[in-house]
């Protein structure tokens, strides 16, 4: 009976944690959606080396945004040197959300980034998602016309990047309290506050690895039409 009592509490509490975050994001609603099904959807990007990324014939399911991995671009400050950031968009409060896999060679560091608040190449925000953390790895950092500066604790661990195998990232951002959270196949991996994040653009890319991406979603309460370029 016990046992039942508590199976029962943590259904509940599993509830209300969903219920709240419903909640948080009801007025929320998709300004952006991509399968990358045909060839043109990289006109919707501004890539940091364009012959780096093509549509592949293999996503999750049908065709998928392929990375080849680091290409002739060299990050500001030692950022990401792998960038596609998504043109028409300028956003404050948002959740994105994609599948990722990883496609390459199995390195030391696998990582996975997404950029928000971009204004130019020496002033944007990133989350790396990665195998490995260190001082340098796995956190969510800033890019201020300086080096990459963490904005959360150095973590105990990385996260488990099964090669060939799809992962879904959530990013979720929220000016009313200065947060950022990352989710990893819907556990929280990182997370921090700064009131130092501002709206800007956002896109994704990595440090080094080759990927996928597929079924990239972006909701928001509210957005700025604002096309640009960076690169």
Not at 94 to 120: A, R
Not at 197 to 224: M, Q, R, T, Y
Request: with cysteine; aromatic share 12%.
């Amino acid at each position: 009976m016990r046992i039942t009592h508590f199976l029962l509490l943590i259904v509940f509490s599993i509830s209300l944690i969903s219920n709240a975050q419903s909640d948080a994001f009801k007025d929320y609603k998709v300004v952006y959606s991509q399968s990358f099904s045909k060839e043109k959807s990289t006109n919707d990007f501004d890539f940091s080396d364009v012959s780096k990324w093509l549509i592949s014939k293999n996503g999750k399911p049908g065709k998928s945004l392929k990375c080849l991995g680091s290409g002739s671009y060299k990050g500001a400050h030692d950022g990401p040197s792998v960038v596609a950031v998504l043109k028409d968009f300028e956003l404050s409060d948002f959740v994105v959300e994609m599948d990722v896999v990883q496609n390459g060679k199995d390195f030391s560091l696998l990582d996975f980034c997404i950029f928000f608040g971009i204004k130019d190449t020496e002033n944007y925000c990133y989350a790396q998602v990665a195998s490995k953390a260190d001082k340098k790895s796995h956190n969510i950092f800033m890019v201020k016309g300086d080096k990459p500066k963490r904005a959360g604790d150095i973590n105990a661990k990385g996260v488990i990047w099964q090669m060939k195998e799809w992962q879904h990232i959530r990013l979720e951002r929220t000016s009313s309290d200065n947060s950022v959270k990352v989710y990893f196949n819907d556990k929280l991996v990182l997370q921090c506050k700064d009131e130092a994040f501002d709206a800007g653009h956002i896109g994704f890319g990595s440090s080094n690895s080759a990927i996928k991406i597929d079924n990239l979603k972006v909701s928001a309460p509210a957005f700025e039409q604002n096309t640009k370029t960076f690169f």
